[in-house]
Nanobody, 125 residues
Framework: QVQLVESGGGGLVQAGGSLRLSCAAS????????MGWFRQAPGKEREFVAT????????DYADSVKGRFTISRDNAKNMVYLRMNSLKPDDTAVYYC?????????????????WGQGTQVTVSS
């Protein structure tokens, strides 16, 4: 059973500001699994933000965050990060870290089997 713990959210950040979210995994992940970040705003469905392959050589971003957010990972530390720049009020949501199903690297929430508890990101205008 993999446990994922997010951190780095909480508090309030002004529009245009930056945050770095971290996700700590309880065990190492083999090359068969990707890691992803998703977010869920109040009253909305959980949506894809970014994903990264095990080696970090392949990344994918939602159009809404492309060019502003960067996903990265440190397999030696079992960590995944999401650097968020130029934040907008529309980025306000609970952000979740997730591990994919084996060999999955897509954007669907159904392709991820382990989830963290989430961390709140609030961006003021």
């Amino acid at each position: 059973q993999v446990q994922l713990v997010e951190s780095g959210g909480g508090g309030l950040v002004q529009a245009g500001g930056s945050l770095r979210l971290s996700c700590a995994a309880s065990e190492s992940t083999s090359s068969s699994y990707s890691m992803g970040w998703f977010r869920q705003a109040p009253g909305k469905e959980r949506e894809f933000v970014a994903t990264i392959s095990w080696g970090g050589g392949s990344t994918d971003y939602a159009d809404s965050v492309k060019g502003r957010f960067t996903i990265s990972r440190d397999n030696a530390k079992n960590m995944v990060y999401l650097r968020m720049n130029s934040l907008k009020p529309d980025d306000t949501a609970v952000y979740y870290c997730a591990r994919s199903l084996r060999y999955y690297s897509g954007r669907s929430v159904y392709g991820y089997s382990y989830w963290g508890q989430g961390t709140q990101v609030t961006v003021s205008s």
